[in-house]
């Protein structure tokens, strides 16, 4: 029996784990710094690391394990097509945490598919544009803008002439920084509105519902 192609994967090929190793290491750091550096520092929301590099680690795995069976890598991008549908049934997955999923995928796609092993230069300046380009948009183009849903009771100021008074009155309540709002549901016969307000913040909190 030929040890060194057990399952076609070469377990005694130290060729493979080099090339492993270093792949991983560049996986690594990178998706540590875009999700623990950059991530957390701008939303602070802890309980999404852990499907960010979990997630990244998967594929890259899965990834890496089928080129070097030489398979199609096409599966590998049938991932994003799986991710494209998938919905988190216990909560609903803000829209800028989803792009962060997104990027843990393609990182890990990067970092395990590219083919020349004589490019990990190039595979790390890929990696460092990635990453530059979020720090970017975080830091300087993209406001961090939360939400929360407020229960209303001035019903009189839902009218479109009125809308200035209401955000300048939701401001006052909340003491929040409230720029805009929509109104989700507004019931006559208690005289009250659900309303969803979006405002900046330096730090992102969890969303939730504030009765007034």
Known sequence: MDTSNFFSFHIFNGDFYFH???????????????TRLIYFH???????LFTFFVLNLLVFLVCFL?????????FAFGIFAIFSILRYRTITVPI?????????????????????????????????????????????FVKNESQKEVVYEKIDLIKPSNHHLLIQDLKERTGLNIHRFDIIRIDFLRDVA????????????????ISR
């Open 66 to 74: 089928l080129q070097s069976s030489e398979l199609s890598i096409g």
């Open 42 to 48: 701008f939303r602070r929301k802890r309980e999404y």
């Open 96 to 140: 800028k945490e989803m792009t962060y999923v997104f990027i843990s995928i393609a990182i890990a796609l990067i970092n395990s598919l590219i083919s020349d092993h004589n490019t990990y230069l190039f595979m790390g300046v890929i990696n460092l544009i990635v990453i530059v380009g979020i720090f970017i948009l975080e830091k300087g």
């Open 194 to 209: 659900r309303i969803r307000v979006y405002y900046f913040d330096k730090f992102h909190t969890d969303d939730q519902d």
């Open 20 to 34: 492993f190793f270093l792949r991983f290491v560049i996986n690594i750091v990178s998706i540590f710094i875009i």
